[in-house]
Antibody, heavy 114, light 112 residues
Framework: EVQLVESGGGLVQPGGSLRLSCAAF????????MYWVRQAPGEGLVWVSR????????NYADSVKGRFTISRDNTKNTLYLQMNSLRAEDTAVYYC???????WGQGTMVTVSS | DVVMTQSPLSLPVTLGQPASISCRSS???????????LNWFQQRPGQSPRRLIY???NRDSGVPDRFSGSGSGTDFTLKISRVEAEDVGVYYC?????????FGQGTKVEIK
């Protein structure tokens, strides 16, 4: 079955760090661009970051630039999002998605609070 | 960035009746390759988004044929021919023609 499974969310204090993971199953992970999208409580969908197939090209939303780092390990079929210097406004469900947005993970909740 | 504007933001509907959601983009979504990358997503309560429609009018596998997409240029529409209880949720349009990809604000569909 084609699916994406996120993990790594949790409660963290402002200024702290978290690393999210997204494991891919059922398709050739090394081919597509991959994305992180987030959704704050009660809000809409917002793109966060993307990475190309071999990891050599990345893009970030202005709100996370310099604080978040996207990466991938095609040998482990896994996408990552390293989140540093977290702020209250980063509180959201974080989804990974395949290029084309036809496959989404179940989401992992990140709560930034003291 | 391309701004995607949906209307209405809230849509109460009667079971069995049609529903229509509008999505307008701040610039034409026709790509240099001739395609128009406009997607529609459904997000049921407590679930991840699910793609329903891609490139304006193409239904994804498993999507009921009561869902249809249409439009061109900057104006797009998602129609549900007869709303069922399982259609409750928030619907988003998203443009994939330009970087960064951008979403509409979402339209909440609920049963009257």
């Amino acid at each position: 079955e084609v699916q994406l499974v996120e993990s790594g969310g949790g409660l963290v204090q402002p200024g702290g760090s978290l690393r999210l993971s997204c494991a891919a199953f059922g398709f050739t992970f090394s081919r597509p661009w991959m994305y992180w999208v987030r959704q704050a409580p009660g809000e809409g969908l917002v793109w966060v970051s993307r990475i190309n197939s071999d990891g050599s090209s990345t893009n970030y939303a202005d709100s996370v630039k310099g604080r978040f780092t996207i990466s991938r390990d095609n040998t482990k079929n896994t996408l990552y999002l390293q989140m540093n210097s977290l702020r209250a406004e980063d509180t959201a469900v974080y989804y990974c998605a395949r290029d084309g947005f036809d496959i989404w993970g179940q989401g992992t909740m990140v709560t930034v609070s003291s | 960035d391309v701004v995607m504007t949906q209307s209405p933001l809230s849509l109460p509907v009667t079971l069995g009746q049609p529903a229509s959601i509008s999505c307008r983009s701040s610039q034409s979504l026709v790509s240099s390759d001739g395609n128009t990358y406009l997607n529609w997503f459904q997000q049921r309560p407590g679930q991840s988004p699910r793609r329903l429609i891609y490139k304006v009018s193409n239904r994804d596998s498993g999507v009921p044929d009561r869902f249809s997409g249409s439009g061109s240029g900057t104006d797009f529409t998602l129609k549900i021919s007869r709303v069922e209880a399982e259609d409750v949720g928030v619907y988003y349009c998203m443009q994939g023609t330009y970087w960064p990809k951008t979403f509409g604000q979402g339209t909440k569909v609920e049963i009257k």
